[in-house]
């Protein structure tokens, strides 16, 4: 039986993307996770946490859910 053989964990090179359609799709991936763990820190460390997000169009950004 041969081994399988992949690449593992890989250091990927951060570069600006130069299309704004692709910035978009990342950030409605993991822009959750984003409130999500100011969320925690605020509670963590007992202090509020404000965090603003502007889209490429200049429209700004809200969870649908915020911890209180």
Do not use: W
């Not at 570069?15 to 910035?23: P, Q």
């Not at 950030?27 to 820190?41: Q, V, W, Y």
């Not at 946490?49 to 915020?66: C, D, E, M, N, Q």
């Amino acid at each position: 039986m041969l081994p399988i053989k992949n690449k593992g964990r890989q250091k990927i090179q951060m570069a600006t993307m130069e299309k704004a359609n692709n910035l978009l799709v990342p950030f409605s991936e993991r822009g959750c996770g984003l409130f999500t763990n100011a969320d925690e820190l605020s509670i963590l460390c007992g202090v509020e946490i404000t965090i603003i997000v502007f889209f490429p169009g200049k429209k700004v950004y809200s969870p649908l859910a915020i911890h209180m």
